[in-house]
């Protein structure tokens, strides 16, 4: 994902259920700060057997001012191909390949996290996957987006070898083995450890909720320029346009390819009148798309309380009135319970 002039790049990270068509449009809508988006797992099917309905968060296209990175998910590369021709297909030319998703149901399956512990296997899959004329003839690049291991952390260096022997477009290195899940603190001496040993500058996903948070890990990783960001650009968005800012090159706006904050401007601090405004915005917007595409009030509150999971940190004086969102059960109720956190009656 390195835009290779040295300058920082955020991408937002794939949250599967949370971070589809719908929350990202609205995200875009209202905030900037992102150079890229990589969307959801899409699991690999063989041509012929995919549902339309398929792919139906990536396709159509939609109108998001950044790249829109698709990530597959799978073990077998004949599936991984057909799924990434569809896409290109549809207009997409970058693709992801997951092989971090920590869940036992996956992990089984040796897929995800769950091929972190067979190099070989990563290595024929890749092999495979770049000797097809869509990757060889670089119509398509590759990245891939894995974890340190899935039961220990020095998986990752006896992996290394063989993703150095592949021409990945980026590597993403979330900071934590897959039996932690999204529990305890990430890896950072393992990180390193992967860093040394890779043969392209690794990508950093884990843990970054803040801009002071950002630039001492920034300080630390010096050699890092990619950043992936997830659950912390749900809790505060502008923490994007925060960190570009306080990273810019003297003279650069430091905004991103979106100019929201206005080219320059300082994002306003969490809680602030402005910041709370944007956020109604936000959530307005997304609540809008979830009730015109999903059916009835108990799927789109779903959707709703759990993006509330992750902006609940950024409301430290409104505990009490958080506790309203998960016992909603109607529109009704939903809205009441929203009015009081935002501040509407
Ligand atoms: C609900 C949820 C869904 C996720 N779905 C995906 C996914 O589809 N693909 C993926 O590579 N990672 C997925 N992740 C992992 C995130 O992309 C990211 O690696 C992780 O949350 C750590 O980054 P963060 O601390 O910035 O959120 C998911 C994480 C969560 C919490």
Redesign the pocket.
């Known amino acids: 994902m390195s835009d290779r002039t040295g300058t920082t790049t955020l991408t937002l990270?794939?949250?599967?259920?949370?971070t589809g068509r719908i929350l990202r449009s609205a995200w875009f809508r209202s905030f900037g700060g992102f150079d890229a988006v990589?969307a959801?797992?899409l699991l690999a099917v063989p041509g012929p057997s995919a549902k339309r309905n398929h792919y139906r968060d990536l396709v159509p296209a939609e109108a998001i001012p950044v790249p829109l990175v698709p990530?597959i998910l799978g073990n077998d590369a004949d599936s991984f191909l057909s799924t990434a021709r569809a896409l290109r297909d549809a207009g997409y030319a970058r693709f992801n390949w997951?092989l971090?998703?920590p869940y036992p149901m996956v992990t089984k399956k040796f897929r995800g996290a769950g091929l972190l512990p067979y190099p070989e296997r990563v290595d024929g899959f890749l092999g495979r996957v770049f000797a097809d004329g869509l990757f060889a003839r670089g119509e398509a690049t590759l990245s891939v987006?894995l974890r340190l291991g899935l039961a220990n952390p020095g998986e990752i260096l006896a992996l290394m070898p063989a993703l150095n022997r592949h021409p990945l477009e980026a590597v993403i290195l979330?900071a934590r083995i897959g039996t932690q899940m999204?529990r305890g603190s990430v890896n950072l001496e393992a990180f390193e450890a992967a860093a040394a040993l890779s043969a392209r500058p690794l990508a950093y996903?884990?843990?970054?909720t803040g801009l002071s948070g950002f630039m001492a890990l920034s300080e630390r990783l010096a050699g890092v320029s990619d950043w992936?960001?997830?659950?912390?650009a749900l809790a505060d968005p502008f923490l994007p346009a925060r960190i570009k800012r306080a990273t810019a090159p003297r003279g650069g706006s430091g905004s991103g390819p979106v100019r929201f904050p206005a080219a320059g401007a300082e994002p306003p601090a969490i809680g602030s009148p402005d910041w709370l405004s944007s956020i109604r915005v936000f959530h307005d917007d997304a609540y809008a798309g979830y009730r015109a595409a999903l059916c009835g009030p108990s799927h789109v509150l779903a959707k709703m309380k759990e993006l509330w999971g992750y902006l609940a940190p950024s409301f430290p004086s409104r505990r009490r009135e958080l506790g309203g969102i998960p016992r909603a059960r109607s529109f009704a109720e939903y809205e009441r319970a929203v009015g009081a956190i935002l501040g509407r009656t």
């Open positions: 990270a794939p949250l599967h259920g949370v990589m959801p797992f990530q997951n971090g998703c987006k979330h999204y996903n884990g843990d970054i992936m960001i997830g659950r912390g």
